[in-house]
């Protein structure tokens, strides 16, 4: 079955550390993949996407994701966090097995120390 | 702006209790679908809506329906609540089969 990892469930850097989240995913056809992040007390929104074209996608406050597709992996990156990117953070991957699925990973939490 | 707007940001109800979880979605989406989010489980999805009337389900169905009856609401209901239906529910559309979804606050559900 298709699935998605995250490979960290709790991360805690300080402010302006870099920040690398992985992300894999099981499936061998054509993907669609993206990061979600939920601010505390907020919804879930679109940090980035990738459909197609450079690997390398960048996305709002500075992240940036590149995919891999010989590894099935997504990681998101950040060189240098602050303590307003304290959220969690969800790999999601858009499958097409005789319909379109979304299947998001577990999760990861960052808290960034001021 | 785009929005999702869910019905209720808390609710607290009794083992039991038929629960309503409403969703209005203003982008005039075709695709709107209700997830469940648990600490280390992630998203899970419970049930999705194509087109008005059309329903499928996710991956964890029991114990709840959905219903529409206009292209922009979409509600998901509790037949009969139970203890391990605590969870935060969140409402999503899409436009179109494989883009971006659009989520709602979220129903922070607790049933006692």
């Known amino acids: 079955a298709q699935s998605v990892s995250q490979h960290n469930h709790h991360v805690i850097l300080s402010e302006a550390a870099s920040l690398e989240l992985g992300c894999n995913y099981s499936?061998?056809?054509?993907?669609?993949l993206f990061w979600y992040v939920q601010y505390p007390g907020q919804h879930l929104q679109l940090l980035l996407k990738?459909?197609?074209?450079?690997?390398l996608v960048k996305g709002i406050k500075g992240f940036e994701a590149e995919f891999i597709k010989s590894k099935f992996s997504f990681n998101l990156r950040k060189p240098s966090v602050q303590w307003s990117d304290t959220a969690e953070y969800f790999c999601a991957v858009i499958v097409n097995t005789g319909g379109f699925k979304t299947i998001f990973g577990a999760g990861t939490r960052l808290f960034v120390k001021a | 702006d785009v929005k999702v707007t869910q019905s209720s940001r808390y609710l607290v109800k009794r083992t039991g209790e038929k629960v309503f979880l409403e969703c209005v979605q203003d982008m005039d989406h075709e695709n709107m679908f209700w997830y469940r989010q648990d600490p280390g489980l992630g998203l899970r999805l419970i049930y999705f809506?194509?087109?008005?009337?059309?329903?499928e389900k996710g991956d964890i169905p029991e114990g709840y329906s959905v219903s529409r009856e206009k292209k922009e609401r979409f509600s998901l209901i509790l037949e009969s609540a139970s203890t391990n239906q605590t969870s935060m529910y969140l409402c999503?559309?899409?436009?179109?089969?494989?883009?971006?979804?659009?989520f709602g606050p979220g129903t922070r559900l607790t049933v006692l």
């Open positions: 809506s194509y087109d008005v009337k059309m329903k």
């Open positions: 999503a559309s899409r436009r179109g089969q494989a883009g971006e979804q659009f």
């Open positions: 990738y459909f197609s074209g450079d690997p």
């Open positions: 499936y061998g056809g054509t993907v669609n």
